[in-house]
């Protein structure tokens, strides 16, 4: 296998391959209104983007923070950008980046990933929120320690873009804001108590170590315009390189109603009390036990246990 070519790390967004460090995030959804004043601010706009090396130097920091027991977390707001097919038509931008799914929008196959919704005189309606059912040109979202960071940082965006000013460029579609929970799931893991992003693939030329039972994967299955094992497979526009796809899901995490399926319905097997077989369900569900432990060490359930 070739090695692959080295990656600049200061053309790629931070949340792509190393993903920004946060206690809590914020997703702008916007429609461009005027695109020739998006175009200027936009260019002042680019340098606050956080790049993949500031990412790295960031977690460095959060790492040097934590063996010297300092209190409290350093303030940090990372910010990302990403444009829907729609947002780059607006702009005038019509290049083939060779996406189906990219191209028509997650609207026009909502019913084949299966969400609820109706179908009236042959046209599917998902039941989504009705902010997502209009066009949505872009998505700002910033990450951080803190809301106070997240809010501060957000404001001076909307600010460069006059948002609700007038001679705006950009309005305001909705936002969305997500936060780590309290408690022992406050750090490192998600929101049903499993260890988090553990099941990330290595990415040649980035990650430096490849742990037991972790994938290699090349850097064109992350980034456009990078080597995959795939010849065949169509290059980017030069301006797309080093860029990748966002996918936004509004999922709702049950996790109560989670954990009450999980008492309900514990797997019994022999020397199991009702707690560990509730945890072991939960762990062949998820596919891991909550400390992260790898799924291989998770017992076999006897076929007329299944």
């Known amino acids: 296998m070739s090695t692959p070519a080295?990656?600049?790390?200061?053309?790629?967004?931070?949340?792509?391959?190393?993903?920004?460090?946060k206690k809590t995030e914020t997703y702008f959804f916007f429609q461009v209104s005027d695109v020739n004043r998006f175009r200027g601010q936009f260019a002042k706009f680019v340098p606050s983007v956080t790049t993949t090396a500031q990412v790295v130097a960031g977690r460095q920091a959060i790492q040097e923070h934590k063996s010297q027991n300092k209190e409290g977390l350093i303030p940090m707001a990372a910010v990302a950008v990403a444009f829907s097919n729609a947002g780059l038509i607006k702009l005038g931008i019509t290049d083939d980046l060779n996406d189906a799914a990219f191209t028509e929008g997650q609207l026009k196959g909502a019913e084949n990933l299966g969400d609820p919704g109706k179908t009236t005189n042959g046209v599917f309606s998902p039941d989504w929120e009705p902010e997502f059912k209009k066009e949505i040109h872009g998505v700002i979202y910033v990450a951080g320690d803190s809301i106070l960071s997240v809010d501060k940082k957000l404001i001076e965006i909307k600010l460069l873009f006059g948002v609700g000013l007038p001679g705006h460029s950009i309005t305001e579609i909705t936002s969305i804001r997500g936060d780590v929970r309290p408690g022992k799931e406050n750090s490192a893991h998600e929101h049903?108590?499993?260890?988090?992003?553990?099941?990330?693939?290595?990415?040649?030329?980035?990650?430096?170590?490849?742990?037991?039972?972790?994938?290699?994967?090349?850097?064109?299955?992350?980034?456009?315009?990078?080597?995959?094992?795939?010849?065949?497979?169509?290059?980017?526009?030069?301006w797309a390189v080093d860029g990748s796809f966002l996918t936004f899901r509004y999922l709702f995490q049950l996790v109560p109603e989670f954990d009450d399926f999980l008492e309900q319905n514990p797997i019994i097997l022999p020397g199991l009390s009702r707690k560990e077989g509730s945890e072991l369900l939960g762990a062949r569900l998820v596919g891991r036990w909550k400390s992260g432990q790898s799924r291989a060490r998770i017992p076999a359930i006897p076929e007329h246990e299944v």
């Open 6 to 21: 080295p990656l600049d790390l200061n053309n790629i967004q931070g949340d792509i391959l190393a993903g920004l460090p």
């Open 192 to 238: 049903f108590g499993f260890l988090d992003g553990i099941s990330n693939p290595a990415v040649e030329g980035f990650d430096k170590t490849t742990f037991p039972g972790q994938d290699a994967i090349a850097p064109g299955f992350m980034l456009l315009g990078h080597e995959t094992n795939n010849s065949s497979k169509p290059q980017p526009p030069s």
